[in-house]
């Protein structure tokens, strides 16, 4: 269920502070900075403890490494899923729904952050498997910040993306243009939202001038219910 009561941040041209100040009132940046910080903390008393060393760059080069293809496949196969029966039940996500919604009026902060319990889940399971995997608590908790670190630094630029404020700067100018074309040219294309490898190296990231406007942009070619009335 959607709080039913529509968020824009359309007041023009924000700042850079008001833009945050704005994302931080959500509770998904105030869970994703809280749950940063602890690992952090957790960290620290390691280091404390005498928990260090090189291996801790190894997680950290592997997640930046595999983070433009996880945007990538994502956003392509869970948010960009189609609906459809198998064995007559209806096969679809709630983060699909969300992301349709958010193509749909993508002005509406409702639905520009990723849902909550999708967060917490996910953030969960990672640590699991990452405790699993990495040979020290140091280790673990370092690919916990990075895990968290990423995942707050997407929140934040998506976020920005859909708000007034004025692109300054060349690598959020790009990100900025790069989403919109993705919203308002054609939402095949332009798939990393903070990064562009896995548009680069899969083949989503044409030349904008031989891009046909795509009349199913904020329907995604499906029509879902309004916000606020589930499926
Ligand atoms: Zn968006
Ligand atoms: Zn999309």
Redesign the pocket.
């Known amino acids: 269920m959607i709080d039913s009561k529509p968020k824009y941040a359309r007041a023009r041209d924000l700042t850079l502070g008001q833009a945050g100040a704005i994302w931080l009132r959500e509770l998904q940046p105030k869970f994703l900075l809280l749950h940063l910080f602890g690992w952090v903390g957790y960290r620290v008393y390691l280091l404390g403890q005498g928990d260090w060393g090189w291996l801790d760059l190894v997680p950290v080069a592997l997640l930046l490494a595999l983070h433009p293809f996880a945007e990538w496949i994502i956003h392509v196969f869970i948010l960009h899923h189609r609906p459809r029966q198998v064995l007559g039940l209806r096969w679809d996500y709630h983060a699909a729904r969300m992301h349709r919604l958010?193509h749909r009026d993508?002005w509406d902060l409702r639905f520009?952050l990723m849902p909550l319990p999708i967060m917490v889940l996910g953030l969960a399971l990672g640590a699991v498997v990452f405790w699993l995997l990495a040979p020290t608590a140091g280790v673990w908790a370092t690919t916990m910040i990075a895990t968290a670190g990423i995942a707050a630094y997407y929140e934040w630029i998506?976020f920005l993306?859909?708000t007034s404020y004025r692109p300054k700067g060349r690598i959020y100018e790009r990100q900025w243009r790069l989403?919109r074309l993705?919203?308002f040219k054609n939402e095949r294309y332009w798939m990393g939202?903070t990064r562009h490898l896995g548009d680069l190296v899969l083949g989503t990231f044409p030349d904008r001038a031989n891009v046909k406007t795509s009349k199913t942009a904020r329907t995604l070619g499906l029509l879902d219910p309004p916000a606020g009335e589930d499926a």
Do not use: A, E, I, L
Request: no cysteine; glycine share 0%; aromatic share 0%.
């Open positions: 958010h993508p520009v998506h993306t859909h989403h993705h919203h939202v």
